[in-house]
Every structure is written in C-alpha cells, then in structure tokens.
C-alpha cells in the first residue's frame, strides 16, 4: 500500500491556536498523509494560519469556505476536494485534539479489511472518553445507542467523528444527497455506506476533550440528530435513500 494516498480533512473555525499543533502531528503519523484544512471565514485568522503553514509544504492544503456552514459542508467540500485530487483514503478529524492523531496508523491498518473505519468511544463495553462533562457523555452515547436502534446500524459510535473511508464509498453512498449536519451528518454517511454493502469496523481510541478554544457542540446540533435518525429510516423503507 506504498502508494496509497491519504488525505485527512480538518474542519476549522476558530482553531487559530490548534491548528499549528495539530497539523504537524497528523503529518508526522505517515509518509503517506496528506492534509487539507477547511476552513469557514474563521475570524480568529485560522484560515491565513492554515495558508502560511501551507506555503512551501506539498502536504497541507488549504479550502475556504465564504462562512460558517456546518460541519456537513464542510466535509463534504472536503470530499470532493479530495476526490478530485484523486486521494485513495479520506479521513475526517478535528482540529481540537479530542482525536488523537497517534491512532492513525492504526485506522489506515483497518481499512485493508474494511471500507470504513471508525474511531470508536465505545466499542467493547468500554467508553474511553476523558474530559467530557457528564451531561455531554450521555448525550453522546446513548445518541449513538439510539441510533444503532432505530437504524438497525451494527455501529456503538454512530455519532463519532474521526472516520476514515476508502474511495469506494464515497462514490456510491451519494453524497450528493447528503442533508444533515453534526451528530446527525456522521450517522446518516454511515448509514448510506451500511445499507450501500459497505463493511463498517470500529477500532478503540481515546477521546479527550479540548483543552484549547471553544466546543462547536449546541442545542440544535442535537435535535437535529433526533429527528434525522427517524427521516434516514423512512427514507429506507420506501427506498428513497
């Protein structure tokens, strides 16, 4: 797999003080990982950061976005991007830390026996979260119990976000069609990639919460989730996915 490329998208807004850390830790996991940061208008400067880190430096790339539009988006702009590139793995990451770029080896492993990898805080009855406020962790798992159950999904992280996905996927589970945001973007890409054919494994990481910046976590990026969940399984059943 000498020659595989790996593109990991970085979602940014107001990641002035972690984007410099973060980056090269990401790139220092692999010969093979290439970045590209997203960035929404940060008005912290994030997006000028990201384009001096990038200056000089083939594996960091940079795309703006004209403002804040959802994680989802931002993703999705990613993708596209990197399909375009013609990158062969496509990983989601944040900015913050909270994904520790260490298990990137580990995931690029996984995926030679799978099409999606998952970094999963709750995978073999553990939760490996650090830092989290409990309000938050119970908002977290059992998000992701619900939508295992409504969904059908054989996924106990449907929510996370550190995924890597191969090429394939991203081809077939019609991003185009892609509607939600958050929590609720997460869980319906896994879904269309489950109900694609696709396998989905999760291996174990550990989550730790920012201890730099502010959480993009809010009210409505939950309620979001609790009716998509229900929106993704109608969709289904009259095959309107």
Do not use: C
Request: aromatic share 10%; hydrophobic share 45%.
């Amino acid at each position: 797999m000498s020659d595989v490329r790996i593109l990991v998208i970085i979602p940014t807004y107001d990641e002035a003080e972690n984007l410099p850390r973060i980056v090269p830790r990401v790139l220092e996991q692999d010969p093979r990982i290439e970045v590209l940061v997203v960035d929404d208008a940060s008005p912290d400067g994030t997006g000028r950061i990201a384009e001096q880190m990038a200056a000089g430096a083939p594996r960091i790339h940079v795309l703006h976005r004209s403002g804040k539009g959802g994680l989802g988006g931002a993703y999705l702009a990613g993708f596209a991007y990197g399909l375009d590139a013609g990158f062969d793995i496509l990983f989601e990451m944040d900015a913050d830390f909270s994904h520790p770029p260490d298990a990137l080896p580990g995931l690029i492993e996984k995926l030679a026996e799978a099409d999606v990898v998952i970094g999963s805080r709750y995978v073999d009855g553990r939760v490996t979260v650090v830092n989290w406020p409990m309000s938050r962790l119970l908002i977290s798992y059992f998000g992701s119990r619900y939508a295992r159950i409504i969904t059908g999904m054989p996924v106990r992280d449907g929510t996370g976000g550190f995924n890597g996905w191969t090429r394939t996927v991203l081809e077939k589970v019609g991003l185009d069609r892609v509607q939600s945001n958050g929590y609720a973007f997460q869980i319906e890409l896994k879904f269309r990639a489950f109900r694609a054919g696709f396998r989905l494994v999760e291996s174990p990481i550990l989550f730790t919460e920012r201890d730099t910046g502010e959480s993009k976590m809010s009210k409505k990026i939950v309620r979001e989730a609790v009716w998509r969940v229900w929106w993704l399984r109608i969709q289904d059943i009259f095959g309107l996915l």
